[in-house]
C-alpha cells in the first residue's frame, strides 16, 4: 500500500468559507485530505465541523472557495452527477437517521436495489454480509426502534458501507448514544478505517483520535486553528485555543477562562 | 300507525332496481379510489415544490375543498364533458358490451365516467392533504440520510418518504375513502343509476320510499363496514406488527424468494 502522505489528494479545500444568513459558519478553510487517510475534525460546538464535512457531498451548498473530491469541483456537479458523488461517499450521522419503516437489512439494501440495481436476492446477500461485519448478524428483521442507539448507528455505518463507497464521512457519531454503548461504534469504526477507506470523522472522541487519526484538523470559529499528527497534537498543541479545548474535554469541570 | 311493506323490494322490477344500484356504487368506488389515490400523490408532490408547482397545487386543493361536491359534479358533467373532443364523446356513446357488468350496468357511459372522474377529484385534495400531514411526520434526518445516499428527490419521495406518510395516514385516508363511497350518493344529481338513485325509482314506481330508503342505508352501511376493514386489512402494517412479522417469518422461510 501506498503511504498515506505520499497517496493521491482525494479531497481537497481551497478557502472554502459557508454563511447562514448573517452566521458564517466557515472562513477560509484551506485542507487536503489524502487517499486513505483518517482525518479527525475537532474544536469546540458552533465551530463549523458538521457543516465543513457537510459541503464535502453537498448536503450544503458552499458560499465561497472551492472542493475538489478526486479532482472535480464539487459545485459544478447537478443532478446525476452529484448523486453519482454522492454514492461514492458514506455519511453517517449523529441521529443514524436510519428509515423508520425499513428492517435493519432493507435500511442497507435500499440503495442496492434502487440505485445500483442489484436484485432483490444480491442485495439482501450483500446487507446481511455487512450486518455480520458491523456484530448484528442476528439483528437483519429488527426494525430501527426494536435496536438500541449503538445498534442502530452500526447498522447505520452498513448502510453507509453499502454502496463500497472511497470516503467515510462520520458527523459525531458517538455524540447521541449512551456511553456504554459507544465502545461498540468506535470499535466498528476502529475496523473500517484500518481497511484502507478514507475517512474523515467529527468527534470529541480523543481516544479514537489518538489510536487511528493521522492526522487531526482543530477547527475554530470556522477556522482551521491547527493541524497536526495525533502525537504533536496531544503532547506540543500550539495554540492556547487548543490546549483549552483539550484541557476542558479531559476534565469537563475544569475551566480556564472562568 | 306506519306499516313496513317489504313486498315492494323483493319484488321485480324493484329488486333488479336495487342490485344494480348496489353494482354501481361498488363500481364507481372501487374505480374512484386508485384514481384519487394517483391525483393526491401527484397534488402532494406538487405542494412540496417550490414557485408556480406549489401555488398551483394548493390553489387546485382550495378550490375543490371549498366548493360543494355536488356543484363540482354538475360542472364536469355539464361544462367538463361537453368540452372533451368530439371524436371522445362519440366513442363513449358507442355501445360498449365489453364494459357491462352484471345485471346489465353500463360502465362506458357519460353518467359513470363523470361520477368516477369527479368523485376522484374531490377526494384527491383531502387525500393529498392527509398525505402531506404524514410526510410532514417523518423526521427530516431521513430525507437527509437518503439524499446522501444519492437519491434522487423523486425516490426520496417513493421509497422513504410516501411509505411512511401512508403508514403515519392510514386511518384518516380510509375515512376519505368511506366518504367517497357514501358521497357517490350525489351521483344520482348527474343520473348516474347508484344505491340513492334506485331507492328514488324505486319511490317514485311504487310510493314505498321509507322502505326503499331504509333498505339503501343499510346497504352503504354494509358497503361502508366492509370496506373499512378491508382497507385497514390490506394497508401498509406497522413495523412490527403481527401481520408483518407472519410476513417476513414467511420471507425467511423462503429465503427471500417472494421478494
Redesign the interface.
Known amino acids: 500500500m501506498v503511504p498515506v502522505e505520499n497517496a493521491a489528494p482525494k479531497i481537497e479545500f481551497r478557502g472554502v468559507a459557508k454563511r447562514h444568513g448573517a452566521v458564517q459558519a466557515i472562513r477560509g478553510v484551506d485542507l487536503t485530505i489524502r487517499s486513505g487517510e483518517v482525518v479527525v475534525i475537532c474544536g469546540p460546538s458552533g465551530s463549523g465541523k458538521s457543516t465543513l464535512i457537510r459541503l464535502i457531498n453537498g448536503l450544503e451548498t458552499i458560499s465561497d472557495g472551492e472542493i475538489l473530491v478526486d479532482g472535480a469541483l464539487v459545485s459544478s456537479l447537478r443532478g446525476k452527477a452529484l448523486r453519482s458523488l454522492r454514492t461514492r461517499i458514506g455519511f453517517v450521522f449523529q441521529q443514524f437517521n436510519l428509515y423508520a419503516h425499513l428492517t435493519a437489512e432493507e435500511n442497507v439494501s435500499l440503495a442496492l436495489r434502487r440505485i445500483t440495481g442489484l436484485t432483490p436476492a444480491a442485495a439482501r446477500d450483500r446487507a446481511l454480509g455487512l450486518l455480520d461485519r458491523v456484530g448484528l448478524a442476528d439483528k437483519p428483521a429488527s426494525f430501527p426502534h426494536q435496536l438500541s442507539g449503538g445498534q442502530q448507528q452500526r447498522v447505520a455505518i452498513a448502510r453507509a458501507l453499502a454502496m463500497n463507497p472511497d470516503i467515510l464521512l462520520f458527523d459525531e457519531p458517538t455524540s447521541a448514544l449512551d456511553p456504554e454503548m459507544i465502545g461498540e461504534v468506535l470499535g466498528v469504526m476502529r475496523e473500517v478505517a484500518r481497511s484502507g477507506i478514507t475517512m474523515i470523522v467529527v468527534t470529541h472522541e480523543m481516544g479514537f483520535a489518538r489510536q487511528l487519526a493521522d492526522r487531526i484538523v482543530f477547527l475554530d470559529e470556522g477556522r482551521v486553528l491547527e493541524e497536526a499528527s495525533p502525537e504533536q497534537f496531544f503532547s506540543a498543541p500550539v495554540h492556547e485555543r487548543t490546549r483549552r479545548f483539550l484541557s476542558q474535554i479531559r476534565s469537563p469541570l475544569h475551566t480556564t477562562d472562568g | 300507525m306506519f306499516v313496513f311493506d317489504w313486498g315492494g323490494l323483493y319484488h321485480q322490477p324493484a329488486l333488479g332496481w336495487l342490485t344494480a344500484g348496489v353494482v354501481t356504487t361498488l363500481a364507481v368506488t372501487v374505480a374512484a379510489v386508485p384514481l384519487a389515490s394517483i391525483l393526491a400523490v401527484v397534488i402532494a408532490a406538487l405542494r412540496l415544490e417550490r414557485g408556480l408547482l406549489r401555488w398551483s397545487a394548493i390553489a387546485v386543493i382550495e378550490l375543490f375543498r371549498n366548493t360543494p361536491l355536488l356543484v363540482q359534479l354538475l360542472f364536469w358533467y355539464f361544462a367538463g364533458f361537453a368540452a372533451l373532443p368530439r371524436s371522445w364523446k362519440r366513442w363513449i356513446a358507442d355501445s360498449h358490451p365489453w364494459a357491462v357488468l352484471p345485471p346489465g350496468v353500463p360502465l362506458v357511459t357519460p353518467e359513470f365516467l363523470v361520477a368516477v372522474w369527479g368523485l376522484a377529484v374531490f377526494t384527491a385534495v383531502f387525500l393529498a392533504e392527509e398525505i402531506r400531514t404524514g410526510l410532514s411526520a417523518?423526521?427530516a434526518?431521513?430525507i437527509?440520510?437518503?439524499?446522501?445516499?444519492?437519491?434522487?428527490r423523486i425516490?426520496v419521495l417513493r421509497?422513504?418518504l410516501l411509505?411512511?406518510a401512508f403508514?403515519n395516514a392510514w386511518q384518516p385516508l380510509v375515512g376519505q375513502f368511506l366518504n367517497l363511497m357514501k358521497l357517490s350518493s350525489l351521483a344520482s344529481s348527474i343520473g348516474l343509476g347508484e344505491i340513492t338513485y334506485q331507492a328514488r325509482t324505486i319511490e317514485s314506481y311504487n310510493a314505498h320510499a321509507v322502505e326503499a330508503f331504509a333498505v339503501g342505508t343499510v346497504l352503504y352501511l354494509i358497503i361502508g363496514l366492509a370496506m373499512g376493514r378491508l382497507l385497514i386489512w390490506l394497508g401498509p402494517q406497522r413495523?412490527?406488527s403481527r401481520r408483518r412479522a407472519a410476513a417476513?417469518a414467511h420471507l425467511?422461510e423462503t429465503g427471500?424468494?417472494a421478494?
Open positions: 417523518v423526521p434526518g431521513q437527509e440520510a437518503a439524499r446522501a445516499q444519492g437519491f434522487s425516490d421509497f422513504v411509505p411512511q403508514l413495523p412490527g417476513e425467511v427471500g424468494d421478494l
